[in-house]
């Protein structure tokens, strides 16, 4: 089952405008990362927000986290076109015997930015 | 270069046949396992392992067999290929577990007929 779920499933802009993504999920957490997906490629680490902060930047994105909606967002600004991909957000969760954590992933939100 | 390294890209087997894909890193990472994405449905983990010779199951494993024999190799065996495990796999690495951003390879892509 999915913990993370983004929205909204597909976003399309033009060159030089901002996008953002939302993330929710549904129990605690440890920490909340992003990854983008390019078609047919695997899956590339973009930023990771520990549950203990509330803005992280990394060059032109910016995540949010706000822990007592249980929401993320990831702001892309100044968007080109090589941003066009797929955009997930993944929460870790304790496995059972409560030792070790997985990342869950939602189903993404496809990204078009249009020249 | 560095990174996940999974083989082999493409694959096509009848139903019943049996494959190891193969999945290597060569970061040192302790942390490493197995994704499935199928259209709509995310990534699942089938398969994780925290270190050599230690390997648990995730949300969807029936059907897989994993081994941690090293630290660099996490190999992903089907049993006996379904229809049903017609998929894009992911082999992903890390260091301490979730603490810590994925490494994933390129995917191998699956089709059991």
């Known amino acids: 089952s999915q913990q993370g779920e983004e929205d909204p499933q597909a976003l399309s802009i033009q060159e030089g405008e901002n996008a953002t993504m939302n993330c929710s999920y549904k129990?605690?957490?440890?920490?909340l990362q992003w990854y983008r997906q390019n078609s047919g490629r695997g899956l590339v680490h973009l930023i990771l927000?520990?549950?203990?902060?509330r803005e992280k930047h990394s060059g032109r994105l910016r995540v949010t986290l706000d822990t007592s909606k249980k929401s993320s967002s990831l702001l892309i600004t100044a968007s080109r076109a090589a941003d066009t991909a797929s955009y997930f957000c993944?929460?870790?969760?304790?496995?059972?015997?409560?030792?070790?954590?997985?990342?869950?992933f939602g189903k993404g939100t496809l990204l078009t930015v249009n020249p | 270069n560095a990174g996940v390294t999974q083989t082999p890209k493409f694959q096509v087997l009848k139903t019943g046949q049996s494959m190891t894909l193969q999945c290597a890193q060569d970061?040192?990472?302790?942390?490493m396992s197995w994704y499935r994405q199928d259209p709509g449905m995310g990534l699942r983990l089938i398969h994780y392992?925290?270190?050599?010779?230690?390997?648990d199951q995730g949300e969807v494993p029936n059907g897989y067999n994993v081994s941690r024999s090293t630290t660099e190799d996490f190999p992903l065996r089907l049993l006996s290929a379904a229809p049903s495990q017609t998929s894009v796999y992911f082999c992903?690495?890390?260091?301490?577990?979730?603490?810590?951003?994925?490494?994933f390879g390129s995917g191998t892509r699956l089709t059991v007929v």
């Open positions: 992903a690495s890390s260091r301490f577990n979730a603490n810590y951003g994925y490494t």
């Open positions: 129990t605690s957490i440890n920490n």
């Open positions: 927000i520990r549950s203990n902060e």
């Open positions: 993944a929460t870790d969760a304790l496995l059972s015997g409560g030792s070790n954590y997985k990342l869950t």
């Open positions: 970061m040192n990472h302790e942390y």
């Open positions: 392992s925290v270190g050599a010779g230690i390997t």
